[in-house]
């Protein structure tokens, strides 16, 4: 059981275009949803927590018009890359939680790789 | 802010011996303390946690130690295998569904066979 997954594994854009990354979580319904991203050989670096239903909380220093987090149920939230530059190339993770007292433990998904040409 | 500090950021080790990771954490209200492993390409496995209401906590070939007074925590990997290579973090948290995880610099752990 809690099995995150994430689409697409890999994507390759060209730079002014926008990807969009979708987090799942297969067996549960995660109340709370979270968003990292991790450079080569760095840790995890959060961006963003995202709950059901209301706007996501950005981490400061993140740009919150260029990484669209939409969490529209209980088991779907996706983050878009808006206007993609080369910098923006990095592992993107998403993690998230069944809470409601059941289970408070992140369970995290398999990443994704973004490459921006 | 809350910080997580990690030692040490490489670690090699023969097959068999056992190999210690070493956190300490700056939050006084921390009181979930899980690590990850991470292979390459892949996202952060949940490999075991502890509680601040627990000392210590095993699971086989694994465990982990909590001194809160220090603030310190630790993880033992005892007769280690070529699989267990890999990219270790510890983290600490506020145990709630929307509690942020402060992550360590991360570990990379190297089985020499």
């Known amino acids: 059981g809690a099995v995150v997954s994430q689409h697409p594994s890999r994507v390759i854009c060209k730079s002014g275009t926008s990807v969009k990354i979708e987090c799942r979580s297969l067996d549960f319904q995660a109340t709370t949803m979270f968003w990292y991203r991790q450079f080569p050989k760095q840790s995890l670096m959060l961006m963003a927590t995202s709950n059901e239903g209301s706007k996501a909380t950005y981490e400061q220093g993140v740009e919150k018009d260029k990484f669209l987090i939409n969490h529209a149920s209980l088991t779907l939230s996706t983050l878009t890359v808006t206007s993609a530059h080369p910098e923006d190339s990095s592992f993107y993770i998403c993690?998230?939680?069944?809470?409601?007292?059941?289970?408070?433990?992140?369970?995290f998904g398999p990443g994704t790789r973004l490459t921006v040409l | 802010g809350e910080n997580v500090e990690q030692h040490p950021s490489t670690l090699s080790v023969q097959e068999g011996d056992s190999a210690v990771i070493k956190c300490t954490y700056s939050d006084s209200a921390s009181n979930y303390f899980p690590w990850y492993k991470q292979e390459l390409g892949k996202g952060p496995q949940l490999i075991i946690d502890i509680r601040s209401n627990v000392g210590e906590k095993k699971d086989q070939r694994i465990a982990v130690t909590l001194n809160k007074t220090a603030k310190h925590f630790s993880l033992h990997i005892t007769e280690t295998q070529p699989e267990d290579s890999a990219v270790y973090f510890c983290a600490a948290s506020r145990l709630s569904s929307a509690s942020k995880i402060i992550f360590g610099s991360g570990t990379r752990l190297s089985i020499r066979p």
């Open positions: 993690s998230a939680v069944p809470g409601l007292g059941v289970d408070d433990t992140q369970y």
